[in-house]
């Protein structure tokens, strides 16, 4: 597609109740990056995937948060038992290279849990 | 988590005016970036330094990467009121992932 898409565009879920959130990279686009933005913040790291391989998930806060990409294309990331503190924008954005440089941002997932 | 020391935290000015931001690290970085959010959308990527030294333009934006490899600024020359938004710096090293500073909100009264 022409740019990154990621849905739902809002999300309320009731506390302890699981979700689900839907990445959709730029076609061909080899690294995906997940990023968890909290109110006047700026964007904090989750994780990383080259293609299907997850390189890096030294930002998930916690066990209850699980990425997939299984296909090397579209990924999800799951959060497990939300608690209010999980409230925040997540943020998913693709790159053609290896690295970051350049890389194109979603319009993000607003996630409240209530 | 890490976030890099972004300043000012927000900028009220008026339209026609200079603006100047800036960003520092304890860390060495290799490559520094600056992107503009708006409301309820992702971040876009403004400028992309590589080089220690660099000084890069994007129309009225200026942007250098410090001789240090700690720090970055970014200018705005003659804001419009489209200017509006929180921009934000970001500074990779060896592994390749951004850290972001905490924003900085920039409001422009015509």
């Known amino acids: 597609g022409a740019g990154v898409s990621q849905s739902p565009r809002y999300k309320v879920a009731k506390r302890g109740q699981d979700v689900a959130l839907r990445c959709d990279p730029i076609?061909?686009?080899?690294?995906l990056f997940w990023y968890q933005q909290a109110l006047g913040q700026g964007p904090e790291f989750l994780t990383y995937?080259?293609?299907?391989?997850?390189?890096?998930k030294s930002g998930l806060p916690s066990d209850r948060f699980f990425a997939e990409r299984p296909e090397g294309s579209v990924s999800t990331l799951k959060i497990q038992r939300t608690q209010q503190e999980d409230s925040a924008v997540y943020l998913c954005?693709?790159?053609?290279?290896?690295?970051?440089?350049?890389?194109?941002f979603g319009s993000g997932t607003r996630l409240t849990v209530v | 988590g890490q976030q890099l020391n972004q300043s000012p935290q927000s900028m009220f000015i008026q339209e026609g005016e200079d603006v100047s931001m800036n960003c520092t690290s304890s860390s060495i970085f290799n490559t520094w970036l600056w992107y503009k959010q708006d409301p309820g959308e992702g971040p876009v990527l403004l400028i992309a330094l590589y080089k220690a030294g660099e000084l890069t333009s994007n129309g009225r934006l200026t942007a250098q990467f410090g001789i240090t490899r700690k720090d970055s600024f970014l200018n705005i020359s003659a804001s419009i009121p489209s200017d509006v938004g929180i921009y934000f710096c970001a500074g990779s090293g060896g592994s390749y992932i951004p850290t972001f500073g905490r924003g900085t909100s920039l409001i422009v009264h015509p």
């Open positions: 076609s061909g686009h080899v690294s």
């Open positions: 995937f080259q293609n299907e391989a997850q390189l890096d």
């Open positions: 954005a693709s790159s053609s290279g290896q690295g970051a440089y350049g890389y194109t």
